[in-house]
């Protein structure tokens, strides 16, 4: 489970680039590799440009949604498929 969380002032937590915090996600997960697994998927989903402008317009819920399921479309057709051949063989 993914939470988000738009902060209503935003907090100096010392960040790398210095800005401060406006949201956070939190992760609810049943093992460290299925965190792992959320915590990398997430990575991915905010350097797409789509969500990652959703996120920071804090979009509406469906907006948010939508941007998320378009990042695992593009997951998908990036997974190979169950016969190791990466979904290009014919």
């Known amino acids: ?10 907090i100096e937590f010392g960040a790398l680039d210095g800005m ?12 460290v590799t299925a965190h792992l697994n959320l915590l ?3 990575a991915f989903a ?6 990652s402008k959703t996120i920071a317009q ?3 819920r469906d907006e948010i949604l939508e941007s998320a399921r378009e990042i695992d479309r593009l997951l998908l057709s990036r997974a190979p498929d169950k016969a190791g051949t ?5």
Request: overall charge neutral; hydrophobic content about 45%.
């Open 86 to 90: 990466g979904g290009d063989a014919p």
């Open 46 to 51: 905010l350097r797409h440009p789509g969500f």
């Open 1 to 10: 489970m993914v939470a988000l969380c738009f902060m209503e002032h935003a």
């Open 40 to 42: 990398s998927r997430l």
């Open 20 to 31: 401060p915090v406006h949201t956070l996600f939190a992760i609810v997960s049943p093992t």
């Open 58 to 60: 804090q979009g509406s």
